[in-house]
């Protein structure tokens, strides 16, 4: 029976091991089914593919995460497997095979209700995230591959000129959105932060917008001018955006 009991002690500590690995993944930027399935794979040492794994091999968080969850799954498997022999060898054990059978499978029962439930993984999970944002320092985004950054497509920062197109107009009136560019915050001249800006926010001169798209686009915004033709040309852009998108060549 000792045995049994060591062995769903120890499946035990790996989900919640796996809960807390999968909540630290999570810190790092990867979706939640991303981040559950590598914590998995790792702790069990199985399942990877080569372009997910390079998502956390490639992040310095995410590989020691990784790294540690190796180690404990390589540690547990053992654990399991010397439990289990022990337990139905029988040594120094009276108890009955169909005694072993109902705490063995009744025990793993239960522990897959646990693990199945959405309210205790959601109170656990929260548990765990407070417990990261506290005591350690794993929220370091890979803001590269959530972005898709590449030559193409960049985060860049525009300092606005009374001269400039975009200043003195309101977001929605610009349609940055149909050039392909999105204005992710904006940095006032005032020294107040806007985040995630709404369409009715005036730029105004002096201001530095933190914008996202493909870097020929914010390229041109940046030279642009408060004229007729500046006009032109973001009605040129926002054509040329519209066909490139329906070729799927764009953004």
Known sequence: MLSILTLLTIVTLSLVVTRIATVALAQTGLSKESARFQARSALTGAGFTTTESETVVNHPVRRKVVLMLMLLGNAGIVSVIA????SFAGVHD??????????L????GALWLVA????????FSK???WALKRYTNLNVKDYASLLHISKDYNLAELIVH????????ALQETKLRDEGVVVIGIHQKSGAYIGAPQGETVVEAGDTLILYGKMDRIDTLDTRQKDQQGDEEHEEIVEEAQKTD?????S
Request: hydrophobic content about 45%; charged content about 15%.
């Open 83 to 86: 439990s289990l022999i022990l």
């Open 116 to 123: 199945r439930s959405a309210y205790l993984d959601q109170q």
């Open 94 to 103: 009276n108890s009955s095979l169909w005694q072993k059978l109902l705490l």
């Open 105 to 108: 499978f009744g025990g793993m």
């Open 162 to 169: 009374a001269e400039d197109w975009i200043a003195g107009r």
């Open 246 to 250: 329906k070729t799927g060549t764009g």
């Open 127 to 129: 548990l765990i995230g």
